[in-house]
């Protein structure tokens, strides 16, 4: 044969032989029973990693039309459309179909918190990766499955995620970047129960605008046996951030973990409120155990006082009705340090925004210090500086553009996994601290349910 006519047919089979290895490592989603509308906030933005072609595996019903909804609105909005291709495949045995026929690498799952587990278990059990929205488990028994997943996944080499979208908050990210900055922050505090050394709150409202419409949520999400109470559900974000800011790269065992205290409370929703949030006029019966007097009682708020390596941490959510005018859901967070205090507010003297402060405990050049921090950091946090309020705090300045908002975050946290699945990896401490997170809120409902 001519030499050089083999030389260009071996190019052209090496060519060819990496073509479907280019097209099998580009993630291809299975959205499945996307019952909360976090589905549809992954699919806002597009990616060039991920296949425009995503098949959705569900119940029929008012929920994954919703969802349907949304992702076709992404597509037809005037600026930044998205261009995503929507297989449907409704049906009862939607788990079983899915798993079956597996048209995707990675399942994509929001919706359920009480059968979510076992949509993981048997996701990894299929070989598929996940990407999840939290909270992962809800009680005890999810725990103990969690764990299972995670020893399934490591021997078949598999992504198990979770969505920790509050990572990408603008102001906890510098709040985090200047905790790390001994001559700005010192050492984190041991703290006290009373005052923790690192302490976070989420206010949550359940009547809420989500893509510029009146969020319609389905009756389950009240009901916490589906849902899972508030101690570990949003809640799971806080823990998280505990974990990311106070401990950053370091692995948490089960055992740095000492739940101190606990407690759990009910938000009540009138008949007209609770019409307003789900478009019904009465209550589903599996609804009727929570009400009283005509008046549906939810178990959505929670607090946890604990240890996390010896240092003294307080989360606590609380769901309202509805946000006053003008404002929305608000986070407040405070790091104790041995030089200074990080303190992010988000009340009505900051415009219901969520605004740092850093404030001096004392020492030379204090000011200069915190400049040059805020120097270092400009390479991922472009233009902020700190504004001089007292002798002893600053406000953080923020650019504008730097605050992209919640529903932007799910793009963030979406390519964040995109760099994983192309390592192959998660970072060395992601599944050992996940595993810790959800023991952390566990214990603490266990412990909770027993006042």
Same mark, same amino acid.
């Given at each position: 044969?001519?030499? @050089? ?20 490592? @580009? ?10 509308? +976090? ?11 991920? *296949? %425009? ?51 995707? &690498? ?26 999840? !929205? ?27 995620? *979770? ?12 709040? @985090? ?27 949550? +409202? ?20 589906? /849902? ?11 823990? *998280? ?11 948490? !065992? /089960? ?17 007209? /409120? ?14 009727? #155990? ?14 946890? &006082?604990?240890?996390?390596?010896? @240092? ?7 769901? &309202? ?26 009340? *009505? ?19 200069? &210090? ?22 002893? #705090? ?46 952390? %809120? ?10």
């Amino acid at each position: 044969m001519n030499t @050089k006519y083999f030389y260009w047919i071996a190019i052209a089979v090496f060519i060819m032989g990496c073509k479907p290895k280019e097209e099998n490592a @580009k993630v291809k989603l299975m959205t499945l029973d996307p019952g909360h509308f +976090h589905a549809a906030l992954i699919q806002k933005t597009s990616y060039q990693d991920i *296949d %425009t072609t995503v098949d959705v595996y569900a119940p029929d019903g008012p929920e994954v039309k919703d969802f349907l909804s949304k992702i076709q609105g992404y597509n037809n909005r005037a600026e930044n459309p998205t261009n995503w291709t929507v297989n449907t495949h409704l049906s009862e045995d939607y788990l079983e179909k899915m798993i079956t026929e597996k048209p995707g &690498n990675v399942m994509v799952v929001s919706g359920k918190n009480s059968k979510k587990i076992d949509y993981v278990l048997a996701a990894v059990n299929a070989g598929l990766n996940v990407y999840a !929205d939290k909270p992962l488990v809800v009680n005890q028994e999810g725990f103990e499955k969690l764990q299972k997943v995670f020893e399934i996944a490591k021997e078949k080499n598999l992504l198990v995620y *979770d969505i920790m979208t509050e990572r990408f908050e603008v102001t906890t990210g510098i709040q @985090k970047a200047l905790s790390m900055k001994s001559e700005v922050f010192g050492m984190l505090l041991d703290g006290t129960p009373s005052e923790p050394s690192i302490s976070k709150e989420s206010v949550h +409202h359940l009547s809420k605008i989500v893509s510029g419409k009146p969020l319609v949520r389905p009756a389950w999400f009240l009901d916490t046996n589906q /849902q899972g109470e508030g101690i570990v559900d949003v809640t799971t974000h806080l823990v *998280d951030l505990v974990q990311w800011e106070a401990f950053p790269g370091q692995i948490i !065992d /089960q055992s740095d973990i000492k739940i101190i205290s606990c407690k759990r409370w009910t938000t009540s929703l009138a008949p007209d /409120q609770f019409k307003n949030i789900t478009g019904l006029a009465n209550y589903p019966e599996y609804l009727e #155990k929570d009400v009283k007097s005509d008046t549906l009682n939810i178990y959505c708020n929670g607090e946890i &006082n604990y240890t996390i390596k010896g @240092k003294h941490a307080k989360v606590s959510v609380i769901w &309202n009705y509805k946000a006053p005018e003008g404002t929305g859901d608000t986070h407040q967070s405070i790091m104790r340090g041995s030089k200074s205090d990080l303190i992010i507010e988000q009340g *009505d003297a900051e415009n219901y925004k969520p605004t740092l402060y850093v404030v001096s405990k004392g020492g030379e050049n204090f000011e200069s &210090n915190l400049n040059k921090a805020l120097e270092s950091i400009q390479g991922e946090y472009p233009g902020i500086e700190a504004n001089k309020i007292s002798d002893s #705090k600053w406000k953080i300045l923020i650019p504008e553009v730097l605050k992209i908002g919640h529903e932007a975050h799910f793009g963030q946290v979406t390519d964040n996994y995109l760099k994983y699945y192309r390592d192959g990896q998660l970072p060395a401490w992601e599944v050992p601290n996940m595993i810790t997170k959800y023991y952390t %809120t566990t214990q603490a409902y266990k412990k909770a349910l027993k006042k």
